[in-house]
């Protein structure tokens, strides 16, 4: 199962409250949250940590500031004592996300700004700039393709390490979404892909190894930010 949890940032922040969620996190990850110097990216951080210490609550009873966390040789987190547990993290705006799954997952969540036509024609293949041409609402296509391909890059786990252009995404005609490999001029076959709506304003992807399309939940586990901090001890 694939499994898809959201939660949004509290209207109010404060420094007070950040010590207190602080306190289920490890020294370093304490040390490391500390430096950020807008406190809703601190919130964005922590929040994050939460989600995934809800899981591992749940399914293993340990906590995340008692595990450890490595990361591979690209950057990416991943619990070397729990390998059926795979997750990835993504926030933006409002919205802090994570993915659940026994193979390699990747989730992207970003808010629909601007989006520059000209950085898409750099970043993306001719293929995805030009189905960006012929939408109807190019930004909203901009953002679905970058998503689309962010998760997919998450779920392989090597960052920047892949082109953005070394790869398509494109709908099928039956509305399954593909990913084409530009060297080999093959699909990509195991991975699957799921699209969750949010608000209007933001895009939203999970890419899964191994996983068929009946794997993934139907709608997002929406934890409420009261209920998620409540948890914290």
Not at 15 to 34: C, F, M, N, P, T
Not at 110 to 129: G, H, I, P, R, S
Not at 141 to 158: D, F, H, N, Q
Request: a negative charge; charged letters at 30%.
């Amino acid at each position: 199962m694939v499994e898809v949890y959201i939660c949004k940032l509290p209207e109010k922040t404060s420094q007070e409250e950040l010590k207190v969620l602080l306190a289920q996190a490890s020294y370093d990850r304490q040390k490391r949250i500390r430096q950020f110097f807008h406190l809703e990216d601190a919130y964005r951080t922590i929040i994050g940590d939460l989600l995934l210490d809800n899981v591992l609550k749940e399914r293993t009873g340990a906590r995340l500031k008692d595990i450890t966390v490595e990361k591979n040789a690209y950057g990416k987190p991943f619990l070397p004592n729990y390998p059926h547990i795979q997750y990835n993290i993504s926030h933006s705006g409002n919205y802090v996300v994570c993915a659940v799954h026994n193979q390699h997952v990747g989730i992207d969540v970003e808010k629909v700004q601007v989006f520059d036509l000209c950085m898409a024609k750099q970043l993306f293949t001719a293929f995805e700039y030009r189905d960006i041409l012929n939408s109807k609402n190019r930004i909203l296509a901009c953002y679905e393709i970058w998503t689309l391909k962010e998760s997919y890059v998450k779920a392989l786990g090597k960052g920047l390490a892949i082109p953005l252009h070394s790869f398509r995404v494109r709908k099928s005609d039956n509305n399954e979404i593909e990913v084409v490999d530009m060297d080999k001029n093959e699909k990509v076959l195991d991975y699957m892909y799921k699209q969750y709506t949010l608000d209007t304003d933001y895009k939203l992807a999970v890419c899964a190894q191994d996983a068929e399309k009946s794997d993934f939940v139907e709608y997002p586990c929406e934890v409420r930010f009261d209920i998620l901090s409540e948890r914290v001890n």
